[in-house]
Structures are given as structure tokens and as C-alpha cells.
């Protein structure tokens, strides 16, 4: 995911290495050299994430940070302090000033990507949710400020794990403190309790003796309830494999011992934040609103919310120079469903078929009904190539997935047709996305049907 970065710091050599590790994994960088230079450049940048130094003349790190979470306008922006090793009061202060997390200096890689790579993807969820807000007050049935994101962690419940039983129970109560916690020190029953409960966050230990804590994690991932349960792992801080191989993983964080108690609560507080978020964007809007906003059949975005939406989405892709694609699909032959089975038996297809595009795409992709039996996604910070790979798996899966049916027939395998259109950062409009789409998705019906083609980018 591409983002941009703000560094903050007084020292010309700080900022000169940080710009230069983060540009080597393709963000961009904007620098500022004192906190006063930071807020004009978040006013006018809307940088992703900051990097914020604690200890700089004129307004320091704190100060900057508190006035970042004040307005309104940059509030959502998380901002990552930078302190010295052992400034432990540093980090109730930057706690107390609304820091998201803290980085310690010298800064080493892995913790820098693993929290930086964290925390974007968090702000993308936010921003989606936000633009959804948007959308809904312009539309009239949301008021403005009645926000569906939040940043309440309140009641949130988190298991941990670790067979060491007195850092065990001192982890539990820093994190009882503000959660529900279910501490578990024999690791065997771990994987039960995960199932049989429902969790926000679970910390597994990598330091027990007689189970691997990340096989354990692995297992946890690869459940089907589980798969969205952020993990964060407490390893050895020699432990690099461990480390590397956990977040190679998937794994969300990682913490190291001996487990600094405020650094827990920050990334414990983001790993659930995100989680949120991810669950309000999949929730599709089940509240009051959802009547106007979404289809009857199938409960996805209906067409009036998904054109005012992407008129939003395109002037923000535009703005902050963000790819943006949009596929339009098509069943084929879809009238011969109706005709052959009857009106309900296509109204299951649809249902089915609107599924499979929800299951194939990722949550902060918007799915609308756009028409009959017409749908279009809509894929913020989506390149071109990425976007054509997601028509391609909807396509197959779509090609090989009978839907079933209540009809004696049983089931009934159908095609669909795809166009994929993407966003011209020389000028574009959502109309233009739209119809260049629709034009595809034409060329894919005359050239035979199920098929994917790509619109000319102009
Ligand atoms: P093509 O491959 O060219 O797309 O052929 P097609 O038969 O899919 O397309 P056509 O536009 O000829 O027919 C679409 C049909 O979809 C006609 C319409 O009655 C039906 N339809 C539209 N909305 C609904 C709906 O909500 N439920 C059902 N069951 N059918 C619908
Ligand atoms: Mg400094
Ligand atoms: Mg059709």
C-alpha cells in the first residue's frame, strides 16, 4: 500500500536516514524540522502517518502531537513519537498527548515497518469509513459529526497466552485495567478457548516451553472464525528469526521482553482500533441508514450511494495523487435464468452471485448493485494490474461456482462479463471512470462473453 510519510525531526541526519528507509520501501517521504513546520505541512500534505520526534526547540513533541489530535482536520492521522531508549516518562507523556505509538532511537527496521506498515493500514480503513460517513450526511441520511467509526476500545476482549505464569498474570492486570482479559498459561487449551469465544485480540507468547508460540499463531490464522482476530506475538529480543518469521506470517505486532507496559497498551489499542474499523466497513451500514443507502435484494450499496460516493472517492484519489480502479460486471445470459426457472430462482442467483464478489474482495472495496443483474466495485488505493487480477479471480470463481437454488435443478452454473476501468490522474471524473468501465464491459460482451477487459485509460 503506498502512503505518505511525515518525519519530524530537528536533526538534519535523523531526517536524511529515516526519508531514505522509508523511501527504499516505495512510501513517500514529506519532512518538516520542527513542530511548527509539521502542522503546516499536515494543512496542506494530509500525510498518512507521522514520524514525530520528542525532543525538538520551540514546540516539542508533545506539544505538537496534542495539537495534531486537536483539530479536527488531522486528528485521525496517526502519529508514531520517536523518544530515546530509556525515556520511559516520555511515553506516559506521549500517551497523554494522543501518541498512536512510539518508535525508540536508534530505530531498528523491522520494529520501524511492522509499526509504520500497522498503522497505514489502519488510517486506510479510517479513511474509508470516514469518506462513507461523508457520503452518507451529503446524501441526507446521516447527520454530519454522527460518525459509524470510532475510536472507543471500551469492553474489547483479548486472550492471552504464556505458559510463564508470573508474566502471565502481571500482563493481565496492566490489561485488565482497560479490557476483558482471559489469561491462559496452559497453551494446550489456547486453540479451544479461541474458537469457542469471541476475541478482539490475542497475544501469544513465542517463549514457551513446551509448545511453539507460533505454530500455535498459525493455527489461530489459518481458522476460518479466527482469520480477522489480530495476533500479536511476545518474542526474545534476540529472538530475530522468531521475530521475522512471525511477521512474515501475518502475524499483526509484535512485542519484546521484558514487555514494556505502555508500549503493550498503545499497540494493543490499535491492533483493536483496526479491527473496528474493519468490522463497521464489512458491517455494510446495518443500522437505520442502510434503507437508503442499499439494495433490498441483495444488501449491497444500492446505484444512488454509489454514484455520489464515487464522485467523493475520485476527488480524493485526485488530490492526494492515490490510484483508484472500478470494475463493472454482468452476468450473461442472465434473462435466460428468469426465463427457464423463474423470477425468484434469478433473484437467488443474484443474491448468490453478489456474494461471491464480496467474498473476493477486500473491505475497503465498496460493492454496489448498480442495475439487474449489473454490479460494480469500487477499489480505493488500487492500481491498474492488482484491480485486473481481482476481475480475473471474480470471473473463475464465478465460472466454477454453481449457485445453488431452491429449484429442482439444484443448482445452475452461470458466467459473468467484466470491465475494468482505472483512474487518470491527468484528469478523470467518476462519470468518465464509469463509462469507460461500461465501454469495456461492452468490448468483453462482444468478444464472447466471460470474459475481463480493460479499458484505455482516457
Ligand atoms: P447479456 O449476456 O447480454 O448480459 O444477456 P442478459 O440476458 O444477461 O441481459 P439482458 O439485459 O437481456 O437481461 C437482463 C435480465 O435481468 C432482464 C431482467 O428481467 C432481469 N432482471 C433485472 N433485475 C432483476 C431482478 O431483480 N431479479 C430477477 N430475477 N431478474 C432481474
Ligand atoms: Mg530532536
Ligand atoms: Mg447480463
Known sequence: MTALILVVDDVPANVKLLEAKLNNEYYDVVTAKDGF???????????????????????????????????????????????????VQDRIRGLDAGADDFLTKPINDTALFARVKSLIRM????????????????????DEGQNSFTSDVSGARILVVDDDSV??????????????????????????????NDFDLVIVSTMMTDMDGL???????????????????????DDE?????????????????????????????????????????????????????????????????????????????????????????????????????GHDVGDQVLQALSKVIVNATRGSDLVARFGGEEFVVLMPETDF????????RIRRTVEKTPFVVTHEVGQILKTISIGASTLNHMGDSGEALLKRADTALYQAKNGGRNKVVAAENV
Open 123 to 142: 488510517k486506510g480503513l479510517l479513511d474509508e469509513l470516514r469518506l462513507r460517513d461523508k457520503t452518507g450526511s451529503q446524501m441526507g441520511i446521516l
Open 37 to 87: 513546520e509539521a502542522l503546516a505541512v499536515m494543512k496542506e500534505r494530509h500525510p498518512d502517518l507521522v514520524l514525530l520526534d520528542v525532543m525538538m526547540p520551540g514546540m516539542d513533541g508533545f506539544e505538537t502531537c496534542k495539537k495534531i489530535k486537536e483539530d479536527e482536520s488531522m486528528s485521525h492521522t496517526p502519529v508514531v513519537m520517536v523518544t530515546a531508549l530509556t525515556d
Open 241 to 341: 528469526r522468531a521475530l521475522l518469521k512471525g511477521l512474515e506470517m501475518g502475524l499483526n505486532d509484535y512485542l519484546v521482553t521484558p514487555v514494556d507496559h505502555n508500549e503493550m497498551l498503545a499497540r494493543v489499542k490499535t491492533q483493536i482500533r483496526r479491527k473496528r474499523f474493519q468490522e463497521a466497513l464489512k458491517s455494510n451500514y446495518k443500522q437505520s441508514i442502510s434503507m437508503a443507502i442499499t439494495d433490498g435484494l441483495t444488501g449491497l450499496y444500492n446505484r444512488h450511494y454509489l454514484n455520489t460516493h464515487l464522485n467523493n472517492m475520485v476527488r480524493e484519489s485526485l488530490a492526494k495523487n492515490k490510484p483508484l480502479s472500478l470494475l463493472i460486471m454482468d452476468m450473461d445470459h442472465f434473462k435466460q435464468v428468469n426465463d427457464t426457472y
Open 215 to 237: 505454530r500455535l499463531a498459525s493455527h489461530l490464522k489459518s481458522h476460518e472464525n479466527l482469520r480477522h482476530v489480530p495476533i500479536i506475538m511476545i518474542v526474545d529480543e
Open 385 to 392: 494490474k492488482p484491480a485486473l487480477d481481482a476481475a480475473e
Open 167 to 196: 508474566q502471565l498474570k502481571r500482563l493481565a492486570q496492566v490489561l485488565g485495567a482497560h479490557y476483558q482479559v482471559e489469561a491462559v498459561d496452559q497453551p494446550e487449551s489456547a486453540q479451544n478457548i479461541a474458537e469457542a
